[in-house]
Nanobody, 113 residues
Framework: QVQLVESGGGLVQPGGSLRLSCEASGFTVSGYAMAWHRQTPGKERELVALIASGGHSNYPDSVRGRFTISVDNAKNTVYLQMANLKPDDTAVYYC???????WGQGTQVTVSS
């Protein structure tokens, strides 16, 4: 069964850091492009990081230089390292395998003092 399970969300102060994890099962992440998206109420889901199977990554301007996507092949896990967090980063963060449209259940990130 193909499945993605996110973890690592929580409450963090502005300027703080957080690392999200996405553990995959049923397939090998190294063979696929993987992505992180986020969504706030009333808005469409937004892509925040994408890593190709060859390792090249892309980010929108809103997070470039602050967010880093990576893959640990031994753990079959995708990470999103987030630094210098801002209140506007508050959202539910979802892991996705674009091929086949596989989504995780999401993890809440709240940036607030």
């Amino acid at each position: 069964q193909v499945q993605l399970v996110e973890s690592g969300g929580g409450l963090v102060q502005p300027g703080g850091s957080l690392r999200l994890s996405c553990e995959a099962s049923g397939f090998t992440v190294s063979g696929y492009a993987m992505a992180w998206h986020r969504q706030t109420p009333g808005k469409e889901r937004e892509l925040v990081a994408l890593i190709a199977s060859g390792g090249h990554s892309n980010y929108p301007d809103s997070v470039r230089g602050r967010f880093t996507i990576s893959v640990d092949n031994a753990k079959n896990t995708v990470y999103l390292q987030m630094a210098n967090l801002k209140p506007d980063d508050t959202a539910v963060y979802y892991c996705k395998r674009p091929s086949g449209g596989i989504w995780g259940q999401g993890t809440q990130v709240t940036v607030s003092s």
